[in-house]
């Protein structure tokens, strides 16, 4: 983890400093009532996940097989960033794993639950997800729905509070796909080289900052139109610009697709058993 070793030597540094130039003494119980804001926890992270199958069923069920969850190890990502000291400096360290990654967990003194998740160095968090066959799977008959799913991106923020007032979950988050491509076997269709960056994001004028595009949702316990309880999703903001270097229909490409400046607001979705 290169990253925490980095974090590691600094703080070792720091405290060698700090010894050679102050004497420590004990804190008084009447000091430490003074001191405000040190609570919370943060975490340091790396992971990769591999699932040789998801399945749910119903009376019939949906098969997911392969999934692939961990870095993009990949130094080419978001062409657009032609300066090589730039591109070294964000992608140089790209592996298998979903690392530079810090977790700060707070709670607020009105009791909201605060957890950002942030680069632990200034370079995005870069991803993949990668999974096989997409399958429904009945007791006598099955249908491959997709296959060959693939997407590579980054994630330069997510921020989620846990408001006790409202008693809803408030997720933001900014993110990058540099690479989709999928196959939608039952429909003979095709997509490749999918793309979803920033509403601001200049391809001529590349940065960083405005490279993610931004979502902002409350998840909480909604009411459907009977009145009963159902999980509530209210996407207040999405904004993005998107293309599709490729459609394929039959094997056959038909052409790209391009969405400049999509938003989407105000949109309401209950799930709920039936």
């Excluded at 540094?13 to 008084?28: G, H, N, T, V």
């Excluded at 926890?41 to 949906?62: P, W």
């Excluded at 990058?176 to 960056?197: C, E, K, Q, S």
């Excluded at 207040?236 to 969405?259: N, R, Y």
């Amino acid at each position: 983890m290169k990253s925490l070793k980095k974090s590691v030597l600094v703080l070792a540094i720091s405290s060698l400093s700090f010894a050679a130039s102050a004497e420590l003494k004990p804190l008084e119980d009447s000091h430490m009532g003074n001191i405000t804001g040190q609570a919370g926890v943060t975490i340091e992270l790396e992971t990769q996940v591999n699932i040789g199958e998801f399945l749910y069923t119903d009376e019939g069920s949906l098969s997911v097989k392969d999934i692939f969850i961990g870095g993009a190890n990949r130094t080419d990502m978001f062409a657009e960033f032609t300066d090589p000291t730039i591109r070294n400096f964000l992608f140089a360290e790209s592996s298998d794993l979903i690392d530079n990654i810090k977790v700060e967990i707070d709670i607020a003194d009105d009791g909201d639950a605060l957890i950002n998740v942030f680069p632990l160095v200034a370079a995005p968090i870069d991803f993949a997800v990668r999974t096989g066959e997409w399958s429904l799977q009945g007791h006598t008959d099955s249908t491959v729905l997709a296959n060959n799913f693939s997407m590579d991106g980054v994630v330069t923020e997510l921020k989620i509070r846990v408001d006790t007032a409202t008693d809803e979950m408030n997720v933001q988050t900014l993110f990058a796909i540099d690479d989709l491509d999928v196959d939608i076997d039952f429909l003979a269709l095709g997509i490749r080289d999918m793309r979803v960056t920033g509403a601001d994001f200049d391809p001529n004028n590349p940065l960083i900052t405005r490279l993610g595009a931004k979502v902002d949702m409350d998840i909480y316990n909604g009411a459907r139109a009977n009145g009963d309880s159902a999980l509530a999703i209210d996407l207040k903001t999405f904004e993005a610009d998107m293309s599709i270097g490729q459609v394929l229909v039959g094997g056959t490409s038909i052409g790209s697709v391009a969405l400049d400046n999509l938003s989407v607001q105000n949109t309401a979705m209950r799930i709920y058993g039936h």
